[in-house]
T-cell receptor, first 111, second 112 residues
Framework: GEEVAQTPKHLVRGEGQKAKLYCAPI?????VFWYQQVLKNEFKFLISFQNENVFDETGMPKERFSAKCLPNSPCSLEIQATKLEDSAVYFC?????????FGPGTRLLVL | GDSVTQMEGPVTLSEEAFLTINCTYT??????LFWYVQYPGEGLQLLLKATKADDKGSNKGFEATYRKETTSFHLEKGSVQVSDSAVYFC???????????FGKGTTLSVSS
């Protein structure tokens, strides 16, 4: 597609529940990124992929967060045992070169 | 490490006023520079970019010039509209696949 698609738009989970977010990158883009927007304006990088391979995972809290990009499937970001502080908007972006294009985000609320 | 500093907001202007949002960066090598805009309740949209020194990015009346000597990428618009009210983020990146480094965002509010 011509735009990065993210589902769901909103997600509500009780503390301790699992959350799974999906991202379909722009067709032809090799790189996929996940960012977490907290505190209104602050962006935190989580992980990036080059095709189905992890490219950079330096921002990923590995205990509860995992991500995949498999061929012919949307990329996914999964949070096991969500915590209150995971409440944020999660953005996916894709790129072919240095310019990243963002999806509309998934707003996760952990109660 | 690399970093981006942009002026703190909020910036409040009247319609048709001139806008400048300052952005400076610290980076090793030769990063690409970007301005993204986030309208209320929406995702990030690429506003403009510049990939090398002295390049000028422009879009929708907004402009920014990549100044290597002052490590700056200030955003300007000659006449703002109410519809420009949003949060503006300055960002940099290195090679393809590397994370964007964002500034903290500047909230612009334009009144008629």
């Amino acid at each position: 597609g011509e735009e990065v698609a993210q589902t769901p738009k909103h997600l509500v989970r009780g503390e301790g529940q699992k959350a799974k977010l999906y991202c379909a990158p722009i067709k032809g883009h090799s790189y996929v990124f996940w960012y977490q927007q907290v505190l209104k304006n602050e962006f935190k990088f989580l992980i990036s992929f080059q095709n189905e391979n992890v490219f950079d995972e330096t921002g990923m809290p590995k205990e509860r967060f995992s991500a995949k990009c498999l061929p012919n499937s949307p990329c996914s970001l999964e949070i096991q045992a969500t915590k209150l502080e995971d409440s944020a908007v999660y953005f996916c972006a894709s790129s072919q070169y240095e310019t990243q294009y963002f999806g509309p985000g998934t707003r996760l609320l952990v109660l | 490490g690399d970093s981006v500093t942009q002026m703190e907001g909020p910036v409040t202007l009247s319609e048709e006023a001139f806008l400048t949002i300052n952005c400076t960066y610290t980076a090793t090598g030769y990063p690409s520079l970007f301005w993204y805009v986030q309208y209320p309740g929406e995702g990030l949209q690429l506003l403009l970019k510049a990939t090398k020194a002295d390049d000028k990015g422009s879009n929708k009346g907004f402009e920014a010039t990549y100044r290597k000597e002052t490590t700056s990428f200030h955003l300007e618009k000659g006449s703002v509209q109410v519809s420009d009210s949003a949060v503006y983020f300055c960002a940099l990146s290195g090679q393809a696949g590397t994370a964007l480094i964002f500034g903290k965002g500047t909230t612009l509010s334009v009144s008629s």
